[in-house]
């Protein structure tokens, strides 16, 4: 074959890769390895001041060093997503018209934090200053805890009493109520609608757990159900209130904003004997979280059972139950185990911080079924004192990891980015980078750095845009480094590889 036929051979092979989409042939020997994948989430519990701020009533400052103290802590231990609690009893961390100042922020309901600063903002901005996603956690029905000590006239308990119902030692806004569901859509609509948030957070708490001996009390609005003609069993319909809740929730979430995503945080077992092994609490019959449905119907973009319970667990195998919900999976949504390093230390539980590593290697190997693990909770990650964190810090978060993508949300890419990179005369490199989209399109920026014959992930804010990269022993120079740009909604562009000609001298 002569080279005028096989240019034009080459010309046709490559016009036909590029019309069927695919990516041209490239070095392999440059090309990095996909990047980890891993949702690395961490809860931050505001009710009774469990992880911040570490007291009702600290000063601006004193909340705000807090804040970032836990945020800086976040990136050291190279996690990628915070959970925040921005509503704990039908309260506020953040300006409301709907709803008044927690008093776990400022030591009295109502009460707004003086000088005055948007909390919730606050934390957004500097989360993502630092490449950290904001997810907003909200409780939806309870609406007081015993350990609360002040009320606010603009509370729901004053300004709706006959919604609000005292159960044990808690206050509940009735879920059977469609009044009470229509406040606390409103509540999630009016942050979804004004706040960056890259997520919307519920966890276990829909009926309350029962009290011994004592139902909830939902007397009016159950019979007001049946003289409409309802023909459901009470326990029904509760499910069926809390089911009309979660799809309603999932529907105006994307109605403001479809890349918000909205995450589930049930309590691990949907019911005894799922699967056959596991005993304990029926939150089916308990809660009314029907949790199995959700998931099967797709009302969520991620999933984040409460598998509080060790690998070794009999009654509560940590692997089957992670391996029953994956296989109630049926659209393919995210599942992001929760896992438990609290119990690490504690007297009663007496769990060895290796069970953390453990959980989490467990998952991964069910990547991509399984996709990362949320911890509850940061309080628990702050010192290396229960010695979780150096396990963490040493093993599998020791580098960088991009969290999953949504593609049932979208799954364009966005544009390869350019790159500059020089040798530093030392081993190392000067790396300068930019977009070639737009600004929408740009969240993160993975980096990937070859020295010898090792890769290593290094993901920066979008703000980012430029790195010196060094040599760690004089056979490890760098040789090759690539970049990728990733979108707000985990979609990664092509990336762009330039081999890095060190002088050998």
Not at 296 to 325: E, F, H, M, V
Not at 374 to 390: I, Q
Not at 422 to 434: C, E
Not at 445 to 470: C, D, K, M, T
């Amino acid at each position: 074959m002569n080279k005028h036929r096989f240019s034009i051979l080459r010309i046709v092979i490559l016009g036909l890769i590029a019309a069927a989409g695919c990516k041209p042939w490239s070095d392999p020997a440059l090309e990095p390895p996909p990047a980890m994948r891993e949702m690395r989430g961490v809860w931050v519990a505001t009710v009774v001041n469990i992880d911040w701020p570490s007291k009702p009533g600290l000063s601006v400052d004193e909340q705000q060093r807090e804040m970032l103290v836990i945020l800086e802590r976040a990136r050291e231990l190279k996690l990628n997503a915070i959970i925040l609690q921005v509503r704990t009893s039908c309260d506020a961390f953040y300006p409301s018209d709907l709803e008044p100042w927690s008093e776990y922020l400022t030591g009295q309901q109502g009460k707004p934090p003086e000088p005055f600063y948007d909390p919730l903002q606050m934390w957004i901005t500097e989360a993502h200053n630092r490449g950290l996603e904001l997810h907003a956690w909200f409780n939806p029905f309870r609406a007081r805890h015993p350990n609360a000590t002040t009320d606010s006239p603009s509370h729901i308990s004053k300004t709706h009493p006959e919604l609000v119902k005292q159960y044990g030692k808690y206050q509940w806004i009735d879920p059977g109520e469609p009044a009470a569901r229509e406040h606390t859509l409103k509540v999630f609509r009016d942050v979804v609608h004004r706040y960056d948030i890259d997520g919307v957070h519920i966890d276990d708490y829909f009926y309350p757990y029962p009290e011994k001996g004592v139902d909830f009390p939902d007397d009016p609005s159950w019979q007001r159900y049946r003289k409409s003609g309802g023909k459901l069993s009470r326990a029904d319909w509760r499910r069926q209130n809390i089911n009309e809740l979660i799809q309603k929730l999932y529907q105006t979430i994307k109605d403001e904003k479809k890349d918000v995503k909205f995450g589930i945080s049930p309590f691990g077992i949907w019911k005894p004997g799922n699967p056959p092994v596991v005993q304990g609490f029926n939150q089916y019959e308990s809660l009314y979280a029907d949790a199995r449905l959700w998931l099967n119907k797709g009302w969520c973009d991620y999933y984040t059972p409460q598998l509080y319970w060790r690998i070794s667990a009999t009654s509560q195998p940590y692997k089957g139950l992670l391996d029953w919900w994956i296989g109630e999976n049926k659209l393919g949504r995210n599942i992001y185990p929760g896992i438990a390093p609290y119990r690490v230390g504690n007297t009663r539980q007496n769990w060895p911080p290796q069970e953390i590593v453990e959980q989490i290697e467990a998952t991964r190997a069910r990547y991509p079924q399984a996709g990362g693990t949320v911890h509850f909770s940061m309080k628990t990650l702050m010192t290396d004192g229960n010695g979780v964190a150096p396990l963490l810090r040493e093993g599998p978060y020791k580098f960088d990891a991009l969290m999953p993508a949504s593609p049932w949300l979208d799954n364009d890419p966005p544009p390869q980015p350019q790159l500059t990179a020089t040798p530093d005369g030392r081993g190392g490199a000067h790396l300068s980078w930019k977009s070639r989209g737009k600004g929408e399109d740009l969240w993160l920026w993975a980096v990937y750095i070859r020295r010898g014959g090792e890769w290593q992930l290094n993901v920066f804010p979008g703000h980012i845009n430029h790195l010196e990269v060094s040599q760690d022993t004089v056979t490890r120079k760098i040789s090759v480094v690539a970049l990728s740009a990733v979108d707000r909604n985990g979609n990664e562009s092509r990336r762009k590889v330039v081999e890095i000609k060190q002088d050998e001298k």
